[in-house]
């Protein structure tokens, strides 16, 4: 469940030095977001660095056919942007609710970096993991892995990030459109409505409208982990 958070309490500072602390907070500001609003370009000139303090945001990139790609799904306490030291970025992010951000020149970031090594530290600590989670998003996208299996292990995910308990199971505490899973499976969107139904005639999920509920978060490891087809 997303869990709102204030600049001072962002983990990335809770070992930083209250003079590192202080100007950080000096040097930045919140800023608010609407729901479906793109913060964030690939190619962006400069951006600045956004901690997500509020709300949940995808990461996606296009292919060459210009079909979007969600390489992530983020609340608060995370970072947006793919990288710090460089001044542009190659990933989009947009809103998927009204999100609250704190946002912080990246000149000023790295000033802070050369102050602080624990802020220094607690960053590349941050990214590493970030990377570690597209590593093995990759090594999920290889055709030996059954489309049903990515996508109940995508939804067991989202529900043990963003799940809420319901009579029915794990609700997932977001809209999820065929379109939207589509493109975070990265396979066409009648592919992933055949999936859908498919993962719902087991039992394993229960689809209403844009809502989805995990009936039992056992069951559905158990099949994603597994190397049987539906």
């Known amino acids: 469940m997303n869990v709102h958070k204030t600049p001072c309490q962002l983990q990335f500072l809770q070992n930083c030095s209250p003079d590192t602390r202080r100007l950080f907070l000096q040097l930045g500001e919140t800023a608010a977001y609407p729901k479906g609003q793109v913060c964030l ?19 996606y990139n296009l292919t060459k056919c210009g079909k979007k790609k969600i390489l992530f799904i983020l609340d608060s306490g995370h970072i947006v942007n793919d990288n710090i030291l460089r001044n542009s970025t190659s990933v989009f992010c947009e809103t998927l609710e009204p999100c609250q951000f704190f946002r912080i020149r990246r000149e000023d970031l790295l000033h802070l970096m050369e102050q602080d090594f624990q802020l220094t530290k607690a960053l590349f600590q941050y990214q590493e993991r970030k990377l570690s989670r597209l590593e093995h998003q990759l090594k999920n996208t290889l055709g030996s892995i059954y489309l049903e299996r990515r996508l109940a292990s995508k939804l067991w995910k989202l529900a043990r990030d963003f799940g809420i308990p319901d009579s029915r199971g794990i609700l997932i505490d977001m809209d999820l459109s065929i379109t939207f899973l589509a493109d975070l499976l990265g396979a066409p969107r009648e592919t992933t409505s055949r999936i859908c139904k498919k993962l719902a005639d087991q039992g394993l999920v229960i689809i209403e409208k844009k809502k989805i509920y995990i009936p039992d978060m ?8 597994s190397h049987q087809k539906i």
């Open 41 to 59: 370009r690939e190619q962006d000139n400069n951006p600045p660095i956004l901690f997500i303090l509020d709300g949940k945001v995808q990461i």
């Open 218 to 225: 056992d069951k559905i490891a158990v099949f994603h982990q």
